[in-house]
């Protein structure tokens, strides 16, 4: 079965980027997602379609996908921005979660 | 505003089944495609499954065995029914609509504000 790998942590500090990223087999030939998850609420779509952001979702997030790695950059982070990050992907009409990366913003 | 909201009891014992509904609002069910997804505590989002419109389904592998989803047009509600559960089924269990399914990488823009159900004796 499909597998994306996320890495378990990142830490960055107020007003730096930081950027999570998600890897995968030929990872670039599909369209990831990207989902922001706060402790006790839903997730929330920050980027869909590698690098596309929904209505509401603020221009410091961003996104990329070439190769076999796609990337979630959150530029001039702040401390709303600690939360779970998830990406996702459709294998063979499958929904593949990564297994989420904790933003700290120390 | 499309709005999403889970049902269903809180507590399962083992080995039976677990039934939850999502009302949707807003919103016909259909069109689009709608999904379940869990999150057992500590751990991260596992999708389980998704209902589309004409009735047809597609469920995780891992799952596939015990997972039946289906939808009551009348009322605007699909539902989950997962057999044999264990207390590794302990989750919160979302309900999220996707506009295109696999392919379109459109993402799961609403989500339900999620329901915990719990498997113990």
């Known amino acids: 079965s499909y597998e994306l790998t996320q890495p378990p942590s990142v830490s960055v500090s107020p007003g730096q980027t930081a950027s999570i990223t998600c890897s995968g087999d030929k990872l670039g030939n599909k369209y990831v997602c990207w989902y922001q998850k706060k402790p006790g609420q839903s997730p929330v779509l920050v980027i869909y379609q590698d690098t596309q952001r929904p209505s509401g979702i603020p221009e410091r997030f961003s996104g990329s996908n070439s190769g076999n790695t796609a990337t979630l950059a959150i530029s001039g982070t702040q401390a709303m921005d600690e939360a779970d990050y998830f990406c996702?992907?459709?294998?063979?009409?499958?929904?593949?979660f990564g297994g989420g990366t904790k933003l700290t913003v120390l | 505003q499309v709005q999403l909201q889970e049902s269903g009891p809180g507590l399962v014992k083992p080995s039976e089944t677990l039934s939850l509904t999502c009302t949707v609002s807003?919103?016909?069910?259909?069109?689009?495609?709608w999904n379940w997804i869990r999150q057992p505590p500590g751990k991260g989002l596992e999708w389980i499954g998704y209902?589309?419109?004409?009735?047809?389904?597609?469920?995780n592998p891992s799952l596939k065995s015990r997972v039946t989803m289906s939808a009551d047009t009348s009322k605007n509600q699909f539902s989950l029914k997962l057999s044999s559960v264990t207390a590794a089924d302990t989750a919160v269990y979302y309900c999220?609509?996707?506009?295109?399914?696999?392919?379109f990488g459109d993402g799961m823009d609403v989500w339900g504000q999620g329901t915990t159900v719990t498997v113990s004796s």
């Open positions: 996702q992907a459709w294998d063979s009409s499958t929904a593949v």
């Open positions: 999220a609509r996707d506009k295109r399914g696999s392919g």
């Open positions: 209902f589309f419109d004409t009735g047809s389904t597609n469920y």
């Open positions: 807003g919103a016909s069910i259909s069109s689009y495609f």
